[in-house]
């Protein structure tokens, strides 16, 4: 049973508009959550992280949303760039433990 | 700074046959995690490690095992390949904390694709 869902598989935007990438979690004991981005060919890289605790992280044209009582997660990318197509996993870990656990992804694709 | 090393990128197995994949650090990084990707699977974690000498079960973990003898190898084994491990394998480190969330911030390889047959 998948503990982190990302249950859009692909998502299309123009460019300068607004990306709106979503997770669903299950298991509420990691202590944070995170995206990573992905071109073909390449390893993933660390795009924006939040703590359980908080509820918004921003950097830069990316926001992280967090809505615990309804463990959800959600990335936002204002304006979006032709550049940002990519595939984009979100996950949740333990500081603890250093257990981390990804999502199945979501395929951006902005079109210019 | 080579960062994550895999080796190798690319392989192809019949089914029964026996590897290991290898993931070198440079980076003195303690943690360590093997993960697959695989169409509408995304990335699952197989196994990971917290330190030398420690390994620890992820979501995927049967059918592979794992070594961590020295602190920069992490070493993925597959000792009867089937044809439901064909898949992209990923290695990562991480010793960095986010400063704003503490998470572990890992560093990945560029993946090594395998096939079995």
């Known amino acids: 049973d998948q503990q982190v869902k990302q249950n859009s598989p692909s998502l299309s935007v123009q460019e300068g508009r607004i990306s709106i990438l979503n997770c669903d979690y299950t298991n509420s004991m990691f202590d944070y959550f995170l995206w990573y981005k992905k071109y073909p060919a390449e390893g993933p890289t660390f795009l924006i992280s939040?703590?359980?605790?908080?509820d918004k992280n921003e950097d830069g044209r990316f926001t992280v949303f967090l809505n615990k009582s309804a463990k959800h997660l959600s990335l936002h990318i204002v304006p979006s760039q032709p550049g940002d197509s990519a595939v984009y996993f979100c996950?949740?870990?333990?500081?603890?433990?250093?257990?981390?656990?990804f999502g199945q992804g979501t395929t951006l694709q902005v079109k210019p | 700074n080579a960062g994550v090393t895999q080796t190798p990128k690319f392989r192809v197995l019949k089914t029964g046959q026996s590897m290991t994949l290898l993931c070198a650090q440079d980076?003195?990084?303690?943690?360590m995690y093997w993960y697959r990707q695989d169409p509408g699977m995304g990335l699952r974690l197989i196994h990971y490690?917290?330190?030398?000498?420690?390994?620890a079960k992820g979501e995927v973990p049967d059918g592979y095992n794992v070594s961590r003898l020295k602190k920069q190898n992490f070493l993925l084994g597959l000792e009867s390949a089937a044809p439901s491990q064909t898949s992209v394998y990923f290695c990562?480190?991480?010793?960095?904390?986010?400063?704003?969330?503490?998470?572990?911030?890992?560093?990945f390889g560029a993946g090594s694709r395998l096939t079995v047959l």
């Open positions: 980076m003195n990084h303690e943690y």
């Open positions: 490690s917290v330190g030398e000498g420690t390994t």
């Open positions: 990562a480190s991480t010793a960095l904390r986010d400063r704003h969330s503490g998470a572990n911030v890992l560093t």
């Open positions: 939040i703590s359980s605790i908080k």
């Open positions: 996950g949740h870990g333990s500081s603890n433990t250093g257990k981390l656990i």
